[in-house]
C-alpha cells in the first residue's frame, strides 16, 4: 500500500488519510445537523465535496420549516450543487451525511451518479444503502461506493437528543 505523508514524520496509510478526511467532512455535516437542530428539524446535515477538492453544497433538514416533503438534507446539497455545478452529473462528487440516506435521497443520489457516500450513523427503518434494503442492488448503471459508520456516535446522539426532546413535548 502506498503511503503518505501528512504533517509528521511518521508514514500514514492512504486509507488513514482517507478516514481523517471523512471524519473531517463529517463534522462539517454535523454542524449543519445541529442547525437543524435548533429549528426543531430531524438533525441531519450534508455536505458536498466536488473531487476532493473542498465543499460545493452543504444543507440540513428542513421538511418542518419548509412544509415539504423534500426537504432532507442530501436532496438539497444535490439540488445546490447541480446549480453550482451547473449540471447534474455529480461523478467527481462525495457526499457527507450524518444519517444514512432514506430511499428518495438513495434514488436521487443514484440518479445524479454520486461517486462516493459516507454517512455516520445507519438508519434500520428508512435507508436506502443497507439499513432498509440496499438501492444498489438493484441494477442501476452507476453505484457509489459507500462507506459507513463515520463518527456514528456523534451522529446518533443528535438524533437521539432529538427524539428525546419531541417525546419530552408530547407528554405535556
Sequence with gaps: MEETMIASPVPVADTDLQSTTDAAYIA????????ALAKDEVPVGAILVWEGKGVVARSHNTRESGKNALGHAEISAIDEACKTLGGWRLHKATLYVTLEPCLMC????????????????????AGGL??????????????????????????????DEFFVRLRERKKK
Design 28 to 35: 462539517l455535516a454535523l454542524e449543519e445537523a445541529e442547525k
Design 106 to 125: 438513495t434514488g436521487a443520489i443514484l440518479s445524479a451518479r454520486i461517486k462516493r457516500v459516507v454517512y455516520g450513523a445507519p438508519d434500520t427503518k
Design 130 to 159: 443497507g439499513g432498509l434494503c440496499d438501492l444498489r442492488e438493484v441494477g442501476f448503471p452507476h453505484t457509489p461506493e459507500v462507506v459507513s459508520g463515520v463518527e456514528a456516535e456523534k451522529c446518533r446522539g443528535l438524533l
